[in-house]
T-cell receptor, first 113, second 113 residues
Framework: DSGVTQTPKHLITATGQRVTLRCSPR?????VYWYQQSLDQGLQFLIQ???????AKGNILERFSAQQFPDLHSELNLSSLELGDSALYFC????????????FGAGTRLSVL | DAKTTQPTSMDCAEGRAANLPCNHS???????VYWYRQIHSQGPQYIIH???NNETNEMASLIITEDRKSSTLILPHATLRDTAVYYC??????????????FGTGTRLQVTL
């Protein structure tokens, strides 16, 4: 158990819909990262938040947005969903002193039908 | 970030040492070598990292060549539970609080009886 909690584990929805994925980092970790893993793209970094502020951005689509709340949990919002958004979405957290040592949650499997 | 090259797949007999190589010939002085693994579709798991000295922890050993252009992850006594995709990643040390992990295609290690 990494200490990072992601909900829900599975999500099935239709094209055009909007969903919210939730992540609770390990106790004391200020950074939260979101990654997407699809069959054809592998694991790709989406976005990082540090103590409530956006800190780094990857190839995140404009239809996707994220935020980190004062209690440090984070949400990834995916809107106008397309079939190609079907993927595993992972959240990770890290301590400030070792940002590249990241602890991953079990992921949310999103299926867009 | 420096690019890494890993073999696509490797086999190892249970109980034997698994030696997973990684080339990172363009690594720069402030970049560390990190190893993660992903078992089936679980979240990636941090294994070990190093700068230039060999490192060992309860999971594995990391051997980095003197010129730092390549490294080897060693699982001393592989078990079936070590079957996974292993990712070698290089990442700058001085990232402050901003960091992302760039995952390649990794090495698929199959441990057999």
């Amino acid at each position: 158990d990494s200490g990072v909690t992601q909900t829900p584990k599975h999500l099935i929805t239709a094209t055009g819909q909007r969903v919210t994925l939730r992540c609770s980092p390990r106790s004391g970790d200020l950074s939260v990262y979101w990654y997407q893993q699809s069959l054809d793209q592998g694991l790709q970094f989406l976005i990082q938040y540090y103590n409530g502020e956006e800190r780094a951005k990857g190839n995140i689509l404009e239809r996707f947005s994220a935020q980190q709340f004062p209690d440090l949990h984070s949400e990834l919002n995916l809107s106008s969903l397309e079939l190609g958004d079907s993927a595993l979405y992972f959240c990770a957290s890290s301590v400030e002193s070792l940002p590249s040592v990241q602890y991953f949650g079990a992921g949310t499997r999103l299926s867009v039908l | 970030d420096a690019k890494t090259t890993q073999p696509t797949s490797m086999d190892c007999a249970e109980g034997r040492a698994a030696n997973l190589p990684c080339n990172h010939s363009t690594i720069s002085g402030n970049e560390y070598v990190y190893w993660y693994r992903q078992i089936h579709s679980q979240g990636p798991q941090y294994i070990i990292h190093g700068l230039k000295n060999n490192e060992t922890n309860e999971m594995a050993s990391l051997i980095i060549t003197e010129d730092r252009k390549s490294s080897t992850l060693i699982l001393p006594h592989a078990t079936l539970r070590d079957t996974a995709v292993y990712y070698c990643i290089v990442s700058p040390r001085d990232t402050g609080t901003a960091s992302k992990l760039t995952f390649g295609t990794g090495t698929r290690l199959q441990v057999t009886l």
